[in-house]
Every structure is written in structure tokens, then in C-alpha cells.
């Protein structure tokens, strides 16, 4: 069985409010293009998953309309059929999004009647196998959908969830705030309510590298409550790692024990019902894609540029926000009193954010020769003793306390995101604690106007694309 999913960007859905919410109280309706991103095994429920991902939103023309009240609207197919040959070019999906000025989250006995007849004209248009969106946008913008895999009547699966990112990241599901919390967690809903919560109990996060910050991340969104965790990260436990591993003992580097494995265990062993899949492997690995698409949220915690490269492609592609963390610290000269840098970045990557290369965080030099060292790590030894490439320095400096209040920031703010508790503004697309002076900054880059990823909305929500994260022209 296969499960669904629509993602809008936060950019289309405005779009869409402007268009169908209005002061006329009657229903309006507009055209959405998405692009797919297909799961075989999501590895929390083991089933199949399709997101469909927003890519362009066609409102359907007012002059178009044969009739609206404000439970009821009819229009020409002409511009559905127009709007069918742009899907069927670039090999989307169309959806109709109407709204429902009078708050009805479900779909009307009309729409049970319409829609079918809306299908059939779609399969006509681009061929049997294709399928259709309907979405509802109420007055008060809460979004429900459903997925017509056949023309006929109920020949639908409901939507598990449609998410909007952005600034915040909202998710819309049926029975939203109806369920009191578990005791656990009982608490934290007096702070911030029973709906974050249940929000958080939904969510598919994967913690991509596990180490001093991505451990501190892991154990903090359990505590949380997020329900579906995934660790990605090749390494063992060191005893170099002991000093800042969340959840790591001596016998797990005795045993050479895998850093996943001792986290996964960890956060099993609270026994706060979260399901954590361990992943012993690089991010980059084909293996990996399932749990990366099937995510709603990643954390980056590596310290690798090859790790950050693909994150940094991914998050655009497929609408998953990254939250990446980074931390440096400059020690100066030996002796001296005064430390050069201890900072700690928290960044997102998303559509409308600037990426890490436009940012300056990745060093491509870096990341090639680190794919190098993967690949071909004869060849990779041989440059460097040569000086060809450029080789890992020491170890980098690291101390528990500092790694720990950057997997707060970051995990706070995935939270205001989702419940905005900071207020209007309080999002942050790039955040730099400087915990030697005491305070934060948010440096601002633009995006660079040739950088593919950040500089333009050309691959936002592009999906699967044969090669994965391939060009698109
Ligand atoms: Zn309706
Ligand atoms: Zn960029």
C-alpha cells in the first residue's frame, strides 16, 4: 500500500490566499503543478510514500467561472485542459485547490460528485495512470487533500498530511489538537498546548551525523517527542568521543560499537515510544534516499563538506527543510588568553533561504577531496602525500556544553517554527552564537544570482529526477 503527502511552499499558499480567500465569501479555485518524491519503504511504517511537492500555481480566471455561491463553484475546463498540457510537459501532477469560505474541512458531497468527472477528463488529456490533487483551503487556512488514482467514485486515499514550509513550518492532518498529550509530555503541552505535541508526535526527522551535536539533537527531539527518528552516520564510537557523546559509555568504544546503534539504544532505553532507525552509513549512499524523502525535517550535524554538499542540494529539491549546525572553535596562539572564535551556526536550508555555498560555510575544494578520499582513498593518500589535495587537519577542538546549547538552538528553533513562540519575526535563517562575547548575530548573504540551488526557484520542489539531484534545464 502507498501512503500520500503534499508539501506546498509557504510562497504558494499565499499565492492561493490571495486568490481564493476573499471578501466575497464565495468558494474560488485554482490549479497546482507538483512534482513527485517516491519512497518504496518509508522506514517507520514500512510502506510505500508519495510527497507531492508544489511547483507552480495556475489560478483559475475569473472570467473563466460559470457559477460560485459560497458553497458551490463551476468553471469552463478550458483552462484545465491548458493547465493539463503544462503538467503533462514536465511530467507533473495537477491538483485543483478550492476553498471553503464557510470552514467545512471536509470534502462535500458536491466535490464527491465533481471531481471524478474532473479525473476522467485528466486521464483523456495525459493517459491512463494519471492522477489528480484536490485540496481544500478554508477561510480560516486549514488545508485537507486527497489523491484520485482512478476516475471512479472513491477511487481516492486521503492526504496523511499536507505540510507548508517556510518561515514556519505548519502541518495539516485530520484530528489536529484533538488528542491530550501522553503523561510524558504532559507538561510541555502546558507551555505550548496539546497540538504541538501531536504535531511532534507525527514528525519524521532524520539526524544526519551523529556525533557531539547531532547525539545532543537526537536525545533532545526524543525528550521532545518526535515520534520517528532516523540516525545516518558511518563511524564507531572513539574514546576521543566519550567526552560529548549523548547516551555513549567506555564499553561502546571497547566494543567498537557503532555511533548509531549507541544512540538508537539510548533513546530506545527512555521508553518514550519513539521509533529510531539506525542507519550505518554516509548520507550520500543510494541506501539513504528512502529515510531522506520520507522526512519532513533533517538535521545536519556533520563536519564533513562532501555531507554538507548534499544536504544543501537535497533540502531545495525536496522541500525538506535542513537545520544545519556548525561549530568552530579558534583557540589562537598557545598560551594565550583569548580565544579567536566560539561560535556556534544554526542555518536552514530551504526555498527563499541562501544555501551553504552562497553562504561561504562549504568549501567545494574541501568537499571534492573528501569525495576523493571516499572513492579512492589510494589515489586520495597518494595526492596528499604529494600536496595535492587538501588533507583533514588535527582534530578539530570540541566541548560538550557548547555542542549541547547548539542542539538547543537548533532544536528551538525548529520549535518556534512550528509553534512561533519568538513572535513574528523570530525565525532566523541564519543564527551565530558567539558564546565567548555573550551574544548572537544573524549574519545575512544573499543569494548568489548564478547559484542554481538558492538564487532562483528553477529546482524548488523538483523531486525525483533521473540522475538523482541531477541538472534540471
Ligand atoms: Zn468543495
Ligand atoms: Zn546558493
Not at 479525473?119 to 477561510?139: C, D, E, F, H, K
Not at 511532534?200 to 556525533?211: H, K, M, N, P, Q
Not at 536552514?348 to 562549504?362: E, K
Request: hydrophobic residues 40%.
Amino acid at each position: 500500500m502507498t501512503t500520500y503527502s503534499l508539501t506546498l511552499q509557504r510562497a504558494h499558499l499565499d499565492q492561493l490566499k490571495t486568490h481564493l480567500i476573499r471578501d466575497d465569501g464565495c468558494e474560488h479555485a485554482a490549479y497546482i503543478l507538483c512534482n513527485k518524491a517516491s519512497s518504496r519503504h518509508d522506514p517507520w511504517d514500512r510502506q510505500a510514500h508519495t510527497k507531492f511537492l508544489s511547483a507552480k500555481i495556475i489560478p483559475v480566471p475569473d472570467d473563466q467561472v460559470i457559477e460560485r455561491t459560497e458553497n458551490l463553484i463551476t468553471w469552463q475546463t478550458a483552462s484545465f485542459v491548458f493547465a493539463l498540457k503544462q503538467a503533462a510537459a514536465k511530467g507533473q501532477t495537477i491538483g485543483i485547490v478550492h476553498s471553503h469560505p464557510a470552514g467545512m474541512t471536509m470534502f462535500s458531497a458536491q466535490d464527491d460528485s465533481n471531481e471524478p468527472d474532473l479525473v476522467q477528463l485528466a486521464v483523456n488529456r495525459n493517459g491512463a495512470g494519471t492522477n489528480m490533487l484536490s485540496v481544500i483551503l478554508t477561510a480560516d487556512g486549514h488545508l485537507t487533500g486527497r489523491a484520485w488514482l482512478h476516475p471512479s467514485k472513491k477511487g481516492y486515499e486521503p492526504m496523511r498530511t499536507v505540510r507548508v514550509i517556510g518561515e514556519r513550518f505548519d502541518l495539516h492532518y485530520p484530528g489536529r489538537g484533538a488528542e491530550v498529550s501522553m503523561p510524558s509530555f504532559h507538561r510541555q503541552a502546558l507551555a505550548f498546548g496539546h497540538a504541538l505535541n501531536q504535531d511532534l508526535r507525527r514528525l519524521r526527522v532524520t539526524i544526519v551525523g551523529c556525533g557531539g551535536t547531532g547525539s545532543a539533537v537526537a536525545m533532545l527531539l526524543a525528550r521532545l517527542g518526535v515520534g520517528q527518528l532516523a540516525l545516518i552516520d558511518n563511524d564507531i564510537v572513539d574514546q576521543t568521543n566519550l567526552n560529548r557523546l549523548h547516551g555513549s559509555r567506555q564499553a561502546d568504544a571497547d566494543a567498537m560499537r557503532p555511533k548509531v546503534q549507541v544512540v538508537a539504544n539510548a533513546i530506545a532505553e527512555m521508553g518514550l515510544g519513539i521509533r529510531v532507525v539506525p542507519i550505518e552509513a554516509w548520507v550520500g549512499d543510494p541506501g539513504c534516499r528512502d529515510v531522506l524523502r520520507s522526512s519532513d525535517i533533517i538535521f545536519g550535524c556533520t563536519d564533513d563538506h562532501e555531507g554538507r554538499l548534499f544536504l544543501n542540494r537535497f533540502a531545495y529539491y525536496y522541500l525538506s527543510p535542513v537545520i544545519d549546525i556548525g561549530l568552530a572553535i579558534d583557540p589562537g596562539e598557545k598560551d594565550a588568553l583569548e580565544l579567536k572564535a566560539l561560535d556556534g551556526r544554526v542555518t536552514i536550508l530551504s526555498p527563499h533561504h541562501t544555501c551553504l555555498l552562497c553562504r561561504g560555510v562549504i568549501d567545494p575544494e574541501i568537499a571534492r577531496s573528501e569525495t576523493m578520499r571516499r572513492e579512492n582513498p589510494e589515489e586520495y593518500e597518494q595526492r596528499k602525500a604529494e600536496s595535492y589535495v587538501v588533507g583533514e587537519g588535527n582534530p578539530t577542538p570540541a566541548v560538550v556544553t557548547f555542542t549541547t546549547e547548539l542542539a538547543c538552538m537548533a532544536v528551538n528553533e525548529l520549535i518556534h517554527r512550528m509553534q512561533g513562540f519568538k513572535g513574528e519575526n523570530g525565525a532566523a535563517a541564519n543564527r551565530v552564537r558567539k558564546f565567548h562575547l555573550g551574544e548572537d548575530r544573524r549574519p545575512g548573504h544573499q543569494p548568489g544570482a548564478s547559484c542554481r540551488i538558492c538564487g532562483g526557484d528553477g529546482l524548488w520542489g523538483a523531486g525525483d529526477v533521473d540522475p538523482f539531484l541531477g541538472r534540471i534545464d
